[in-house]
C-alpha cells in the first residue's frame, strides 16, 4: 500500500460526458502528479501540482484540468469525453527535499471507459 | 530536452535465467533515475533508485547502476522468477523543471 488513494476504482460513462477523478496524497507530501496511461501510448504525464500550484504541464489536452485543494487532495477534471479517453488515470505523489525531489508513490489508479 | 530510451519488449526468459533490461537517459543536470514496476492490475511501484553518479540501486535481487559517462542506468537480476513477470518503467526524475519523465515501459515475461 502506497498510501495514496484514488477514487473511484472504475469509471463507465458515455462519450460527451464529464467525470472527476480524486487522489488523496501520502501524508505529508506536497506534490501531485496526474499520469495517464493507455494500451498504445504508455505512461503519460499530464500534470503536476505542488502545494496548490500548478507547477508542470504535459500532453494533457484543453478538456482536462485539475487542481489541488488546500486539504492537498487533487481533483483530475475531464470533460466532452472521447472514445480516446479510455484510459487508466494513475496519480502519484512525492516530497521535496534539500531541494531534490524524492521518489513519486503511486496510487492503484481510476480505470476510465468511454462508450 | 531530457528523454528516457528503453528497450522495447516483451522480453520473455525461462526461470532463473539473467536479465538485463537497458536504459539509456539524456538529461540536463544531475536528476535522479528510477526503475519502477508494474504488476499486473496495479499501480506502479519503486523498485530502486539512485540519486549520484556511480550510485547502485538494488532491491529484490535487482539492481542497477547509475552510469554518467554511458549515461544509462541499466536493470538487471541474476535469476529471475515467475513472480517477477511485470512490466518494468525506467525513469528520470527532475533536473532545473518538476517534470519526472517515464520510458514506455518492457513487458517481462518468465516461464516456469
Known amino acids: 500500500d502506497s498510501g495514496v488513494t484514488q477514487t473511484p476504482k472504475h469509471l463507465i460513462t458515455a462519450t460527451g460526458q464529464r467525470v472527476t477523478l480524486r487522489c488523496s496524497p501520502r501524508?505529508?507530501?506536497?506534490?501531485v502528479y496526474w499520469y495517464q496511461q493507455s494500451l498504445d501510448q504508455g505512461l503519460q504525464f499530464l500534470i503536476h501540482?505542488?502545494?496548490?500550484?500548478?507547477?508542470a504541464k504535459g500532453n494533457i489536452l484543453e478538456r482536462f484540468s485539475a487542481q489541488q485543494f488546500p486539504d492537498l487532495h487533487s481533483e483530475l477534471n475531464l470533460s466532452s469525453l472521447e472514445l480516446g479517453d479510455s484510459a487508466l488515470y494513475f496519480c502519484?505523489?512525492?516530497?521535496?527535499?534539500?531541494?531534490?525531489?524524492?521518489?513519486?508513490?503511486f496510487g492503484p489508479g481510476t480505470r476510465l471507459l468511454v462508450l | 530536452g531530457n528523454s528516457v530510451t528503453q528497450m522495447e519488449g516483451p522480453v520473455t526468459l525461462s526461470e532463473e535465467a539473467f536479465l538485463t533490461i537497458n536504459c539509456t537517459y539524456t538529461a540536463t543536470g544531475y536528476p535522479s533515475l528510477f526503475w519502477y514496476v508494474q504488476y499486473p492490475g496495479e499501480g506502479l511501484q519503486l523498485l530502486l533508485k539512485?540519486?549520484?553518479?556511480?550510485d547502485k540501486g538494488s532491491n529484490k535481487g535487482f539492481e542497477a547502476t547509475y552510469r554518467k559517462e554511458t549515461t544509462s542506468f541499466h536493470l538487471e537480476k541474476g535469476s529471475v522468477q515467475v513472480s517477477d513477470s511485470a512490466v518494468y518503467f525506467c525513469?528520470?526524475?527532475?533536473?532545473?523543471?518538476?517534470?519526472?519523465?517515464f520510458g514506455t515501459g518492457t513487458r517481462l515475461k518468465v516461464l516456469a
Open positions: 539512485a540519486t549520484k553518479a556511480d
Open positions: 501524508s505529508g507530501d506536497l506534490s
Open positions: 501540482y505542488y502545494n496548490g500550484e500548478e507547477r
Open positions: 525513469a528520470l526524475g527532475p533536473s532545473g523543471t518538476y517534470k519526472y519523465i
Open positions: 502519484a505523489s512525492s516530497a521535496r527535499t534539500s531541494g531534490k525531489w524524492e521518489t513519486q508513490y
